[in-house]
């Protein structure tokens, strides 16, 4: 889904767990330290490879990018939340499943 939005935190407190809230805010001539995001790579490397997990932290609140089996009831009904919690936990890995992946090639 194309919103041209920002992946967006902060401190506000999410709405159903209580953990930091994440939206998509902004857009192309607004954005703010809140649409900046660490992308962590687990496992050996530098480059983020097809397959390969990840973390998504974010810059100003130290959050990891996480969701839960938690659903929203009226708004956006029975979507999962998406938020962002301060512990780095085994469940707060991302896969991209989708996407264009560029051959690697060697730096001399």
Sequence with gaps: MRTRKWLHSHLHASPIS?????????????????????????????????????????????????????????IAGGQQEVCGVREKRADNVWLAAEGVYLPITESK
């Design 18 to 74: 209580g953990n930091l809230e994440v939206s998509c805010f902004g857009g192309e001539s607004e954005s703010d330290t809140g649409d900046y995001w660490r992308l962590i790579i687990e496992g050996s490397g530098k480059t983020w490879k097809q397959d390969q997990k990840i973390r998504l932290q974010h810059v100003d609140t130290g959050g990891y990018l996480h969701s839960h089996d938690k659903k929203y009831a009226r």
